[in-house]
């Protein structure tokens, strides 16, 4: 088992830092007054000394960035998901690496102590992780021994629904992490197989069941005979409220009832959601957008969504949508953009939203229709 660390971002604060150091230098006479902060010294215990991200000195006269721990000026790191828990990276990240997959994951205080770095037995890195207060993943064998003494998730499921008399056909198991995850088969096509897998962190299980491009359900359950009991309304094609009555745990998604009704009111619901969110925006360009585009019908019938702030159309009502069929920016205080697409070529600018919607319509293609269930590639 090893231990492995590395400081995210470090060349690119090392150059900044270098950069802004070297310049005061110049201009300070050859020698730098107020030297600029560099890098903790984390890196070099991981191994980025000279040459890798910090460069080298060039002259008794060059200025060298002193080494900082402060918290003010630390780079910023990335967010890290461990299992279920989002920690924000504050300090240098660190994983621990066995059989294949990360077992330990965390984040070590300022200043990493050297004994993180080289080859450690699983109890010598659980008992780093713990003095340090790193956070860790349990070993999925721990935390779930009924499931690891059937071998998989997938068997459990059918051990549990075989226990409450029924059947959950071929239960697929996951061949990494076959402790954690599952897939239950659909019998009906409008239906993906329902994911469930299993907390990282804590002992639970949760479900999420997509049909069509669109997420209908989802939930946690603490009992694994809730989620086999979900998992066979699912597989039977038991209406979405009748799954909820029946496995009060299972939550439905925004779209999930008017997916159910067809493409026409999944449209229709998705555009009411785009105009309350837009009610919600500080942002009077972008409202008067969404307003204008839902009042011309030749738009209104196309799937809207944003990205970006752009408002987008789709000749499909699910993900992965259609290529843009059009789309629309709103700028702040500057008018508005209409584009082929997101990145394509741009047809025009106008002042006002209705002048935006006018020319997006002028651009439309001759034989587009209402939008259609489904994904992009149930139409190729």
Do not use: N
């Given at each position: 088992m090893t231990v492995r660390g590395e400081a995210p971002h470090a060349r690119r604060y090392d150059a900044q830092a270098w950069r802004r150091s070297c310049s005061r230098s110049q201009s300070s006479g050859g020698a730098a007054r107020h030297r600029t902060p560099g890098p903790p010294p984390a890196d070099r215990a991981c191994g980025l000394g000279a040459g890798h991200g910090r460069?080298?000195?060039?002259?008794?006269?060059?200025?060298r960035p002193p080494r900082r721990t402060d918290r003010t000026h630390?780079?910023?790191?990335?967010?890290?998901?461990?299992?279920?828990?989002?920690?924000?990276?504050?300090?240098?990240?660190?994983?621990?690496?066995?059989?294949?997959?990360?077992?330990?994951?965390?984040?070590?205080?300022?200043?990493?102590?050297?004994?993180?770095?080289?080859?450690?037995?699983?109890?010598?890195?659980?008992?780093?992780?713990?003095?340090?207060?790193?956070?860790?993943?349990?070993d999925p064998a721990d935390l779930y021994p009924d499931v690891a003494a059937i071998g998989s998730l997938a068997a459990a499921l059918q051990k549990a629904a075989i226990e409450h008399g029924f059947e959950l056909g071929a239960v697929a198991a996951n061949e990494r992490e076959p402790l954690l995850y599952a897939r239950v088969p659909s019998t009906t096509p409008l239906r993906d197989a329902l994911e469930v897998h299993a907390g990282h962190i804590e002992r639970y299980w949760s479900i999420s069941g997509w049909g069509r491009g669109i997420e209908l359900v989802s939930g946690t359950a603490q009992e694994l005979s809730e989620v086999a009991k979900a998992a066979r309304e699912w597989r039977d094609g038991t209406p979405l409220r009748g799954i909820q009555r029946s496995t009060p745990f299972v939550e439905l998604c925004r779209l999930a009832e008017a997916a159910e009704q067809g493409p026409t009111q999944t449209v229709s619901e998705q555009w009411l959601w785009m105009r309350q969110d837009a009610e919600e925006a500080p942002w009077p360009e972008y409202r008067a957008l969404i307003e204008a585009a839902n009042a011309e019908p030749q738009l209104r019938q196309l799937f809207p969504y944003t990205s970006h702030w752009s408002l987008r159309l789709s000749a499909i009502a699910g993900f992965r949508f259609s290529a843009d069929v059009l789309c629309l920016e709103a700028h702040r205080g500057s008018g508005y953009v209409v584009k082929a697409s997101w990145q394509g070529a741009v047809l025009g600018e106008t002042t006002t939203a209705q002048e935006?919607?006018?020319?997006?319509?002028?651009?439309?293609?001759?034989?587009?229709?209402p939008a259609v269930a489904g994904t992009r590639e149930d139409y190729r």
């Open positions: 460069p080298r000195d060039t002259g008794p006269g060059t200025a630390r780079p910023r790191l990335p967010r890290r998901r461990t299992g279920t828990a989002l920690t924000i990276a504050t300090a240098w990240p660190v994983a621990v690496r066995g059989q294949g997959r990360s077992t330990i994951q965390g984040f070590v205080p300022q200043p990493r102590p050297a004994g993180l770095c080289g080859s450690l037995c699983a109890a010598q890195a659980r008992a780093i992780a713990g003095r340090l207060g790193i956070v860790t993943t349990p935006a919607v006018s020319l997006a319509v002028g651009h439309l293609p001759t034989d587009i229709g």
